[in-house]
Structures are given as C-alpha cells and as structure tokens.
C-alpha cells in the first residue's frame, strides 16, 4: 500500500513539475493559428442559379464566383457534383485576400423535365463545406 500511495504522489509531483515548465508563449501562439485559420472568410457572388429553359442534350456550363474577404489564402480542397451528370471544375491556385475565383459545374442536359442539383465546395476557410445549387427546365 506504502508503495501505492508513494508512486501516486510521484507522478502527481512528476505532472505539476511539466505543466510549470511549459511556457506561455507556446498557448497565445497556439490561439494565434487559430484566429489566423478562421479569419478567411469567401462570399459567393451566387449560391443558387437558375439557367431557365436549356436544350435537351447540349451541356449547360454554370459558373459560381467567389470572392476571398479574409486575411489569408483560401484554396478549394475539393468539389463534388450531386450526380455524374455533372461534371466539376475549379481554380487549383491558393485564392489571395482580395481576389475571386470561379467553380465551374457542367450539367449534361439528358433528360427533359426540371431539374435541381446540388454542387459541394470544400475549402481551407470554412469547416462545413459550400452546397451550391444549380436549377432548370430541359426542353
């Protein structure tokens, strides 16, 4: 029991002794790259499009701008199409603070009726990632 209540101690001493050496300037660095992190921030110039009335079997190119408002570079870490029939393109460059960028999603305009389908836009600036919204009539 002596041997218990002895180790036990040590390592309460042993754990006080690290956390008085570790210094201060690490944590406010720490909370620094986070500030830094979340204060890019991208404004869409439109989330939702509606291209009316497109042709059946000619594909339909919708382009989404977006513009960099925060401090740091934004980069588009990965796009997504809800469905095959459309396809995804977008600026591989880190965005600068000030400048804008496009996604581009091409909808193969198939099968005629309405349609609304969705574009997913992950970025280094935002946690939840962009649903884009892209909407018509195939005649």
């Given amino acids: 029991m002596k041997i218990i209540k002895i180790s036990m101690l040590a390592l309460a001493l042993g754990l006080m002794s690290f956390s008085a050496i570790a210094p201060v300037q690490s944590v406010v660095s720490t909370d620094e790259v986070i500030v830094a992190e979340t204060a890019s921030t991208i404004v869409w110039k439109a989330e939702t499009i509606d291209v009316g009335q497109i042709p059946q079997g000619t594909p339909k190119a919708i382009v989404y ?74 005649i």
Wanted: hydrophobic content about 30%; some cysteine; glycine content about 10%.
């Fill in 65 to 138: 701008e977006f513009k960099n408002t925060g401090k740091t570079a934004v980069v588009i870490t990965n796009v997504q199409g809800s469905c095959g029939c459309t396809a995804t393109d977008y600026t591989k460059e880190p965005v600068q603070p000030g400048k804008s960028a496009k996604v581009t999603a091409t909808y193969n305009a198939a099968a005629k009726g309405g349609f609304t389908k969705t574009v997913t836009v992950t970025t280094s600036a935002e946690t939840a990632p962009k649903v884009l919204t892209l909407k018509g009539t195939v």
